[in-house]
T-cell receptor, first 111, second 115 residues
Framework: GNSVTQMEGPVTLSEEAFLTINCTYT??????LFWYVQYPGEGLQLLLK?????DKGSNKGFEATYRKETTSFHLEKGSVQVSDSAVYFC??????????FGSGTRLQVQP | DTAVSQTPKYLVTQMGNDKSIKCEQN?????MYWYKQDSKKFLKIMFS???????INETVPNRFSPKSPDKAHLNLHINSLELGDSAVYFC??????????????FGQGTRLTVV
């Protein structure tokens, strides 16, 4: 089955700092890769995705590149804001299998 | 319009009771899921239905029984509730495109507290 490993949080940054959240995965077949974000008290929302090797997903200033050789999909943002404080989940998906999540990484951005 | 809606949003109940959580999606998706999120935010798939057929049934106690009356609905019934069932339960849906799952859309979650 699929699995994902993310850095443990919380990650605490000051506003305008550079963000990296590491994600590595194991998957059967050739997965699509997703980053989801969960704001406090809400469900998960899709942040970005990539469906094949070397694809870069991007949204709201966040980026992640599908690295097949290292089975990684690290999330980056050049300048975080307080409103980015949330839990971030990396998830591979193969075929008809459900997205595989882990514990996510909590990001706390301080003013 | 809410894409994936769950009811209720909060549910507090006593041990031993039976309860149901309802989920509906208006996106025309053919696949629906139930996930359980524990207090440490770990999110685990419980069930997956594709066109009303069960395709994933992870290691979940048989006290949990999903029911899909049609493609737009996937309800979760829980018998004999236990303290350890306390969690946030998320419903989600997606579209299968040529055998590959596309992005999933999530409901707002149901916070279940068993006392």
């Amino acid at each position: 089955g699929n699995s994902v490993t993310q850095m443990e949080g919380p990650v605490t940054l000051s506003e305008e700092a550079f963000l990296t959240i590491n994600c590595t995965y194991t998957a059967t077949g050739y997965p699509s890769l997703f980053w989801y974000v969960q704001y406090p008290g809400e469900g998960l929302q899709l942040l970005l995705k990539a469906t094949k090797a070397d694809d870069k997903g991007s949204n709201k200033g966040f980026e992640a590149t599908y690295r097949k050789e290292t089975t990684s999909f690290h999330l980056e943002k050049g300048s975080v804001q307080v409103s980015d404080s949330a839990v971030y989940f990396c998830a591979p998906s193969t075929g008809r299998r459900a997205l595989t999540f882990g514990s996510g990484t909590r990001l706390q951005v301080q003013p | 319009d809410t894409a994936v809606s769950q009811t209720p949003k909060y549910l507090v109940t006593q041990m031993g009771n039976d309860k149901s959580i309802k989920c509906e999606q208006n996106l025309g998706h053919d696949t629906m899921y139930w996930y359980k999120q524990d207090s440490k935010k770990f999110l685990k798939i419980m069930f997956s239905y594709n066109n009303k057929e069960l395709i994933i049934n992870e290691t979940v106690p048989n006290r949990f029984s999903p029911k899909s009356p049609d493609k737009a609905h996937l309800n979760l019934h829980i018998n004999s509730l236990e303290l350890g069932d306390s969690a946030v339960y998320f419903c989600a849906s997606s579209h299968s495109d040529m055998g590959r799952s596309t992005e999933a859309f999530f409901g707002q979650g149901t916070r279940l507290t068993v006392v």
